[in-house]
């Protein structure tokens, strides 16, 4: 069953929330983990990446899954390990020494993403094994602002100056055993891994004659989900099959998907307050960008759906919130039935990069988030966040 379906199936119950609220599908959240790990895990080993969605109690149930963990904060890794996961990855470009003690204390593993970081990492970690965050100037044609594999990306030690990296890390005494990139988001299309993981075995293979063995390759993340199509997603098995062929046992292979294990399981559920026509007609809902910020920053489309569903008047409209900017609205141009005032406006596929990028802009509070059980209990998460005094 579709969030949708399960939101038409709990209307009755979900309609007494006050809205704009985060709903989450237990059921689907856990389908899609299952698929996961059947797949990528596979031929290796699953990290959960907690910037997607770090809800605790969506974390608690990934942890049971047995998924690592993906953190890029010191916060992050404290979390993940209050919450169970057993091996833990610390990564992301800017790491401070705090961080690193942090991680050193929790028993988390290091993505290293600069020489000066290397550095650093021998000082508060000495005798430690870690990764080493290559950027093998791959392009995987996605969104510029989530493109992150290519040399005029920030992340990761340009490929022309990876080997030196390796050769750093083993004169200061910490062991390289991992070659870790990570090309973007949203990617689609399974050669740019491909092409990466080519540079990563070529590098791997001079490593070796540098003395210098490497163990695991992580692939990071970025499996992409259409959220224009409930059924266009990025095809697990027949990456991990071209990639178990290329590597023939030689590396344990990792993978750390974020989005595409959470983004299906949740949704934005508000209420449209007024209609407006005119030149352009406009839905006005209770959904703001600071709940909801992916179409002002990318210019994400989402699929909105109102509840319960009017049979009436078809009209194109844009469907907009309440807050004092032009970028705040959820879907342009869109052709839909005319709602009613107080109707549910659903945006779906919204459980990754949501409620972890929301604010308190224009003093609004962050909306509450709620979690649909399997056995269709509705129990709150997480109570909404308002501003120091209100």
Known sequence: MSLEKEIIEHYAELEKIETPFYLYSEKILEEYATRVLESLG??????YALKANSNPYILEILSS????ADCVSGNEIELASRKGFKRIF???????KNELNVAREKGAEINAESLEEIRLISEVMPDSEIGIRINPGVDPHTHRYITTGTEENKFGIPISRAREAFLLAKVLGIEPVRIHFHLGSQIFDKNPFIEALEVAL????????????????????GYGISYEKEDSEFLLERFVSDVKNMVSGKYRLLFEPGRFVVARCGAVVSRVLYRKAGMKNFIITDCGMNDFIRPALYGARHRVVFVPERKEKRL???IVGPICESADFI?????IALPQKGDFAVVLDAGAYEYVMSSNYNLRCKPAEYLLKKNGE??????????EGF
């Open 90 to 96: 610390f990564s992301g470009v800017g790491k401070t």
């Open 316 to 318: 194109v409209a844009d």
């Open 42 to 47: 596979s031929v290796g080993e699953v990290f």
């Open 378 to 387: 509705i129990i709150l998460l997480r109570k909404k966040v308002c501003p």
């Open 331 to 335: 879907a342009k141009n869109v052709e």
């Open 65 to 68: 899954f047995h998924f690592g």
């Open 202 to 221: 070529s590098l791997a293979a001079e490593l070796m004659e540098d003395g210098i063995k490497i163990r695991e390759i992580d692939f990071g993340g």
